[in-house]
């Protein structure tokens, strides 16, 4: 494998999976990441999940152009359904939309028996992932953002603990806009939101220019709400 495949999203999503853990990439499409944890040494076994038979097929052939068919196994399956109980103890899923993940895990609980650490990496809606979290007994313990090619990434780690910890403060901002990145206010960070303030701007004014009615007047609400989070939480 030419490790100048795997992106720096995923690199970074690497560095959050615990050595000597049993591996489970969800939606792994072509398996570069469990082939890189496995050839890293981060990883002495993996599993590639995938529910799309072309990306099957992709990560069926990268396995084995990599000569790691002993150590990772290929599936194919709707998220967590490609796992028998108790099999992995390290669960990454990257790539998708917040909605979708939290579906994955919460559809796959009885999967989750051996896990120790989910490493989420949603490329929308990250609140609706610490929202299932919170409510499902996993306690957030780091989060990280990234740019790369023009597009902003969060990764979340989660393991099993305090659910409420990281909310201590501003429990309900936390959740949308992550405490551990709250706290760091990275550059990327604040580029993201502000980018957001104004894509929400767009859409008030847009909304202004059209005929209101009890939908559109509940959502224009909605997006106040939050743009008044971002002035009083990050002084955007």
């Given amino acids: 494998m030419n490790h100048e495949k795997l992106s720096m999203r995923l690199e970074r999503v690497a560095t959050y999976i615990p050595k000597g853990s049993v591996l489970a990439d969800i939606g792994s499409d072509h398996a570069y990441l469990p082939c890189y944890a496995v050839q890293k040494g981060i990883s002495a076994k993996a599993i ?13 052939k990268q396995v084995k152009q990599t000569e790691l068919e ?19 103890t390290c669960i990454t899923i990257a790539g998708m939309g917040g909605i979708l993940i939290s579906a994955i895990l919460e559809n796959g609980k009885d999967k989750l028996g051996a896990v120790t650490r989910l490493v989420l990496q949603p490329n929308v809606g990250s609140n609706m992932v610490r929202q299932w979290l919170l409510e499902n007994d996993w306690e957030l313990v780091n989060e990280e953002i990234l740019e790369e090619d023009g597009k902003i990434y969060e990764i979340l780690i989660a393991e099993r603990g305090l659910p409420a910890k990281p909310y201590a403060n501003h429990a309900e901002s936390a959740l949308l806009f992550g405490p551990f990145l709250m706290e760091e206010r990275h550059e990327v960070f ?36 939050q743009l008044q989070k971002l002035e009083e939480v990050l002084g955007i």
């Fill in 190 to 225: 604040l580029k993201k939101w502000k980018l957001e303030k104004e894509h929400w701007q767009r859409i008030i004014r847009e909304m202004d220019e059209k005929s209101q009615n009890a939908a559109t007047n509940s959502k224009r609400q909605e997006l106040m709400n």
């Fill in 70 to 88: 002993d150590q990772i196994d290929v599936r194919l399956g709707n998220g967590l359904d490609v796992l028998v109980s108790d099999e992995a």
């Fill in 48 to 60: 590639a999940g995938e529910v799309v038979e072309g990306p099957f097929q992709s990560a069926k």
